[in-house]
């Protein structure tokens, strides 16, 4: 089985900064691309930001130049450091993982966190 155990979230003032974490574990062959996205109340989830394997980024306009990405390919862990908080940026955020398992090497499918709540106080 495969599952990813996120932390981090947590109730912080605007302006702010808060860090989020990611750890995929199981029988994990490889993973390709991992990311974060969000869901507000009464909104669609969307994307926040992704890496590639060999650390290409993309972000959505919204948190470009306050969010930085990135991730330990040894320790098959995604990372997320937020900083310039505003309160619309108070969400639920998944952490999610496109890989392989070992029982289908060549099939690569999406996992995701359970999701941790951040709130941003004004």
């Known amino acids: 089985q495969v599952q990813l155990v996120e932390s981090g979230g947590g109730l912080v003032q605007a302006g702010g900064s808060l860090g989020l974490s990611c750890a995929a574990s199981?029988?994990?062959?490889?993973?390709?691309?991992m990311g974060w996205y969000r869901q507000a109340p009464g909104k669609t989830r969307e994307l926040v930001a992704v890496?590639?394997?060999?650390?290409?980024?993309n972000y959505a306009d919204s948190v470009k130049g306050r969010f930085t990405i990135s991730r330990d390919n040894a320790k098959n862990t995604v990372y997320l450091q937020m900083s310039s908080l505003k309160p619309e940026d108070t969400a639920v955020y998944y952490c999610?993982?496109?890989?392989?398992?070992?029982?289908?090497?060549?099939?690569?499918?999406?996992?995701w966190g359970q999701g941790t709540q951040v709130t941003v106080s004004s």
């Open positions: 999610n993982a496109n890989l392989a398992h070992y029982s289908g090497k060549n099939y690569y499918r999406d996992y």
């Open positions: 890496i590639s394997s060999g650390g290409s980024t």
């Open positions: 199981g029988s994990i062959f490889s993973i390709n691309v």
